[in-house]
Nanobody, 123 residues
Framework: VQLQASGGGLVQAGGSLRLSCAASGRTFIDYARAWFRQAPGKERGFVAAIIRSGESIHYADDVKGRFTISRDNAKNTVYLQMNSLKPEDTAVYYC?????????????????WGKGTQVTVSS
């Protein structure tokens, strides 16, 4: 099983990026799919999650209104559209998939992790 994140890069503040996380090796239709990020010197934190086919969606407070998570179960892929990017969004972004989603501790429910993709927002 593999999760492959892509779409990171360098963008100016106010710009947009779209991250993708493609899964292979099994389907994740019944799994929560989520994004996390880790900035230099900080712990990895939750960004957004989408449960199954979108029956519920969760966002971290600091990305609400700017980021949108979506998924295409036919492609086994989850996306993170990031708009109005800020320098403080600079981080390595990781995707995860979990059979259980804990709203208070999203990372605990993740069974699979992808390698990160770097997002750098310049001021």
């Amino acid at each position: 099983v593999q999760l492959q994140a892509s779409g990171g890069g360098l963008v100016q503040a106010g710009g947009s990026l779209r991250l993708s996380c493609a899964a292979s090796g099994r389907t994740f239709i019944d799994y929560a799919r989520a994004w996390f990020r880790q900035a230099p010197g900080k712990e990895r934190g939750f960004v957004a999650a989408i449960i199954r086919s979108g029956e519920s969606i969760h966002y971290a407070d600091d990305v609400k209104g700017r980021f949108t998570i979506s998924r295409d179960n036919a492609k086994n892929t989850v996306y993170l559209q990031m708009n109005s990017l800020k320098p403080e969004d600079t981080a390595v972004y990781y995707c995860g998939a979990g059979s259980t989603f804990f709203t208070t501790s999203p990372q605990l429910g993740m069974n699979y992790w992808g390698k990160g993709t770097q997002v750098t927002v310049s001021s």
